[in-house]
């Protein structure tokens, strides 16, 4: 591969689509990828009332496969993925020899041998070749699936319904971070009850070749209780709104998942070491001894908006910083998430700003999530 060929954009398998609906597209993570189609407000609401169709073809997916598939997994990844049933999915993390996180991870298990890891775009290559590295010792094959999916999300409580008038598949039977293979509008798809918003919602990994077919057919489906195309900037607004970390943002590799207060994610019950596994009993042991900043949500007073990187402050000192920052199209004011100082992470913690520009904003600490949908 030339060195052009290396650093072009790529693009997913509906784009001449995307910029019919005439799409704002933006590069993210080497794809060019809709950002908005019109209003990023607009479509946020549509997926928090009724429901939105997104392009998530971006996101890398690999194939674990081979009769040690699920001791490789256990070995590589934080989790207990030898105890996935078949057909579930489990939320993860890859980590470095010293705890730092590599990724978050969802991985099904597609049959008792095989497992579909779904890494994020921007990492996709990473943990493939960590993935690759640590399989020296397995009897299990790692493959990069990533040009052989275009993956498509329906998100809202509209989406069983338009889904289930496309599909026979036992979507009522279907649980949450669970999938099952079945046809949808005549192509077939795995069905994942999985996604990024807060809201239930389907997400359908496909051969790119019916991705354009599926995708008309879920917004013919839709059109009847409003469900509209999303991009990227609302998915991020749904995802903060449901206090749902982003790689690079509330997770890095300067971070363990007990930095990041999410521990739970780590099973050291599991059978054999794992990468990291050292490292993260230390990381465990000093958030007991001292616990570490902790994610928080903060509710603005005013209208201005925080973004990551701004300090937070009390009492004149930095007591943490903001990982993300939006409006909330749900609240209808500005929100963040930030790591603060475990002495100001209670709920109503009294005199927390975050420093805007040299200004102390008065924000409201609050627990996460901002918005949890009506079950």
């Known amino acids: 591969m030339s060195s052009t060929e290396s650093t072009a954009v790529r693009r997913t398998a509906l784009d001449a689509l995307h910029r019919s609906l005439g799409a704002t597209m933006t590069d993210f993570a080497g794809w060019d990828m809709p950002l ?21 073809s971006h996101m890398g997916e690999i194939t674990v496969s081979g009769p040690q598939a699920s001791d490789l997994l256990n070995f590589a990844l934080v989790g207990d993925l030898a105890a996935v049933g078949t057909g579930r999915a489990r939320y993860t993390m890859i980590c470095r020899a010293d ?17 579909m890891v779904v890494a994020n775009a921007s990492n996709a290559q990473v943990v493939l070749d960590a993935l690759v590295e640590r399989s020296a010792d397995f009897d299990a094959e790692v493959r990069d699936d990533r040009d052989a999916y275009a993956l498509i999300a329906v998100q809202g409580p509209q989406s069983p319904g338009i889904l289930k008038s496309l ?13 099952l293979p079945g046809a949808v509008a005549g192509v077939p798809a795995l069905i994942a009850r999985t996604g990024y918003t807060g809201e239930d919602g389907f997400e359908l ?44 943002h509330e997770l890095s590799t300067s971070l363990t998942p007990f930095d990041a207060g999410l521990g739970r994610v780590v099973k050291f019950q599991k059978d054999g070491d794992f990468v990291g596994r050292e490292a993260l009993e230390a990381a465990a042991v000093r958030a007991e001894e001292k616990p570490p900043r902790v994610l928080v949500g903060l509710v603005a007073e005013g209208r201005r908006v925080p973004r990551a990187g701004y300090a937070v402050v009390a009492g004149g000192e930095v007591i943490g910083e903001v990982t993300s920052g939006a409006p909330s199209p749900t609240l209808g004011k500005p929100i963040a998430m930030a790591y603060v100082d475990a002495a100001h992470a209670a709920p109503g913690t009294p005199g927390v700003g975050v420093d805007i520009r040299g200004a102390h904003e008065p924000y409201e600490v609050v627990a996460l999530p901002f918005y949890r949908r009506q079950k």
């Open 167 to 179: 599909t026979d598949a036992d979507l009522d039977g279907l649980k949450y971070y669970a999938g």
């Open 99 to 115: 705890g730092g996180i590599l990724d978050d991870l969802i991985v099904y298990r597609l049959a008792e041998s095989e497992y």
């Open 205 to 248: 990994f496909v051969k790119p070749e019916h991705a354009v077919e599926l995708w008309q057919a879920l917004t013919e489906a839709g059109e009847g209780v409003g469900l509209v195309p999303c991009g990227l900037s609302c998915r991020d607004t749904l995802r903060l709104e449901a206090g749902m970390p982003l790689y690079g």
């Open 36 to 56: 908005r189609y019109g209003s990023e407000r607009d479509e946020h609401n549509a997926v928090r009332t009724r429901a939105g169709l997104f392009d998530l």
